[in-house]
């Protein structure tokens, strides 16, 4: 079955604490990125991942880090999590850029994260 | 910049009602636009999406958005509501550079069986 798969799906921190959530899609897609939901701002683009090895800065980039390493993943990394990072983060794939206007994103399930 | 506005942030209506969400979009590319839904506890999910071609997109569960390109809107409609419709809708546009999905707020529907 095709999807994107999020680790944890729910996750509570303290200040400080390094933390690491995991994004890993079965589609082969090129295109990977990650989202976090706020209420009434909708969903904002975080980083983004053309291919392996290549990332770049979203709309929200600072206090978070990303690598890809392999195709099928796609970690965010919070250095030191501070409480304005407390939200739903979703991961997205796609199959490449030069298609991705007739490509549809797969989000993942969601990562609810509160940071105290 | 580019940005979508969605007018109603929460809307509640009775079963069988119809439902008209407001979006519309500031870009200044080619326009490609989506309807997600997400459903209580649940990931977002593509409703329909335009890309060109009829401007009368149907999606699933009976839903249905026209892009107008003069007013900049690409509003989502269903004739007759459920209670299984009780969500987060959000319109977005992608930005075909960056493969960005640019989201709206997000309108909260609720229906009263």
């Known amino acids: 079955e095709a999807q994107v798969t999020q680790n944890p799906r729910y996750l509570i921190t303290v200040t400080g604490k390094k933390l690491t959530v995991t994004c890993s899609q079965n589609?082969?897609?090129?295109?990977m990125s990650w989202y976090r939901q706020d209420p009434g701002l909708g969903l904002r683009q975080i980083y983004y991942?053309?291919?392996?090895?290549?990332?770049d800065k979203g709309d929200v980039p600072e206090g978070y880090k990303v690598s890809r390493k392999e195709k099928r993943n796609f970690p965010l990394i919070l250095e030191s999590p501070s409480p304005n990072q407390t939200s739903l983060y979703f991961c997205?794939?796609?199959?490449?850029?030069?298609?991705?206007?007739?490509?549809?994103?797969?989000f993942g399930a969601g990562t609810r994260l509160s940071v105290l | 910049a580019q940005s979508v506005s969605q007018h109603n942030h929460h809307v509640i209506l009775s079963e069988a009602a119809s439902l008209e969400l407001g979006c519309n979009y500031s870009?200044?590319?080619?326009?490609?636009l989506f309807w997600y839904v997400q459903y209580p506890g649940q990931h977002l999910q593509l409703l329909l999406k335009?890309?060109?071609?009829?401007?009368l997109v149907k999606g699933i569960k009976g839903f249905e958005a026209e892009f107008i390109k003069s007013k900049f809107s690409f509003n989502l409609r269903k004739p007759s509501v459920q209670w299984s419709d009780t969500a987060e809708y959000f319109c977005?546009?992608?930005?075909?550079?960056?493969?960005?999905?640019?989201f709206g707020q997000g309108t909260t529907l609720q229906v009263k069986p």
């Open positions: 335009y890309f060109s071609g009829d401007p």
């Open positions: 991942s053309m291919n392996v090895e290549v990332t």
């Open positions: 997205a794939s796609s199959l490449s850029r030069q298609s991705l206007a007739k490509n549809i994103q797969y």
């Open positions: 977005a546009v992608l930005s075909s550079n960056t493969g960005k999905l640019i």
């Open positions: 589609m082969n897609h090129e295109y």
């Open positions: 870009y200044g590319g080619t326009v490609n």
